[in-house]
T-cell receptor, first 112, second 115 residues
């Protein structure tokens, strides 16, 4: 079946640095991907919709200049957390809206 | 706008007992409904989904859910749980068309199965 992968699965960075997270659809093409964020002991919240070949659309309250999304090909979307701070520490998960709604395995970001 | 309410934050049960995890939703349009399971430090695994057709949906690992439009509910059930079912479960809704896949999640229910 369709699979979505994410890389890295876990990253620690210093405050003020930028971190890039990749989301790949392995055996299908995805013109749209979604990025979610999950804080500890909380549910998932949609951050943004990544659109291949066009700008991402962000949910209310999500800073587009801080969370840069690039969907350069039909199989790859990237989320870059710029100037990361400890409050950005979270679990970031992407998904592709296939019939099965596949999710990636997630990326645990810890900002020190 | 859509919203999802999972009525129980934690559900403890004994092994081989039946379990029901409750989910109610609200939406002004037709929705698609999903249940996911999340094990610690892992992503989400789809248990089952309701898109259309029969209101009783069977999923993986022996789980099933019933879509009740009049009560706006989509409760998840399993007749006999195992220790390995211990995890967090999320109910989610999605709109149709261009909104398909933009999921609104409930708060999650932690299911703990005791021996």
């Amino acid at each position: 079946g369709a699979v979505v992968s994410q890389h890295p699965s876990w990253v620690i960075c210093k405050s003020g640095t930028s971190v890039k997270i990749e989301c790949r659809s392995l055996d299908f093409q995805a013109t749209t991907m979604f990025w979610y964020r999950q804080f500890p002991k909380q549910s998932l919240m949609l951050m943004a919709t990544s659109n291949e070949g066009s700008k991402a659309t962000y949910e209310q309250g999500v800073e587009k200049d801080k969370f840069l999304i690039n969907h350069a090909s039909l199989t790859l979307s990237t989320l870059t957390v710029t100037s990361a701070h400890p409050e950005d520490s979270s679990f970031y998960i992407c998904s592709a809206p296939t019939n099965e709604q596949f999710f990636g395995p997630g990326t645990r970001l810890t900002v020190l | 706008a859509q919203s999802v309410t999972q009525l129980d934050s934690q559900v403890p049960v004994f092994e081989e007992a039946p379990v029901e995890l409750r989910c109610n939703y609200s939406s002004s349009v037709s929705v698609y409904l999903f249940w996911y399971v999340q094990y610690p430090n892992q992503g989400l695994q789809l248990l089952l989904k309701y898109l259309s057709g029969s209101t009783l949906v069977k999923g993986i690992n022996g789980f099933e859910a019933e879509f009740n439009k009049s009560q706006t509910s989509f409760h998840l059930r399993k007749p006999s749980v195992h220790i390995s079912d211990t995890a967090e479960y999320f109910c989610a809704v999605s709109g149709a068309g261009t909104s398909y896949g933009k999921l609104t999640f409930g708060q999650g229910t932690i299911l703990t199965v005791h021996p």
